[in-house]
């Protein structure tokens, strides 16, 4: 692990480009482990606020954005109800993710769908998701109700 204090130190002797790819790696680190900190905890507010920061860090520092998610990300952030976004997959032109309140949804879609249309023409592509438990292990006797 590098700490953002360990990378100061050898800021002089790094190229500008390899520092800030550095600079989103470490603090994309801090943020993912603030995030998770965060969510055990219930707080929303900050996953969101975590989510912006990492759009922009890799947006300035790993230069993997594009107008059009740059486009998507402002317009989630000016919604009330939507606490976070940020671009996800390799960037370059993908999706971004957002942390919305359920009665923020409305809103969000509208506002984000009519910015991005007025930005390039035609309208995105809005999923609306729910969280799940995510992936666990069972046997093949637990699925059949088998103890």
């Not at 359920?102 to 035609?122: M, S, T």
């Not at 995510?134 to 059949?144: C, I, K, P, T």
Request: hydrophobic share 45%; net charge negative.
């Amino acid at each position: 692990d590098v700490s953002q204090a360990d990378l100061e130190q050898l800021r002089a002797r790094l190229p500008e480009v390899v520092y800030r790819r550095a600079r989103h790696v470490v603090s994309d680190n801090a943020r993912v482990l603030r995030a998770a900190q965060a969510l055990r905890e219930g707080d929303v507010a900050t996953v969101g606020r975590l989510m912006n920061d990492c759009h922009v860090s890799l947006r300035d520092d790993y230069e993997v954005s594009a107008p059009e998610l740059d486009v998507l990300a402002e317009a989630a952030w000016e919604v009330d109800g939507c606490y976070g976004a940020r671009l996800t997959g390799a960037g370059f032109g993908g999706c971004i993710v957002a942390l919305v309140a359920a009665d923020g949804v409305p809103d969000f879609q509208a506002h984000v769908a009519a910015v991005y249309e007025v930005a390039f023409g035609r309208r995105p592509e809005i999923y609306v998701c729910r969280a799940a438990d995510g992936v666990s292990a069972e046997s093949s006797l637990s699925l059949r109700g088998i103890k």
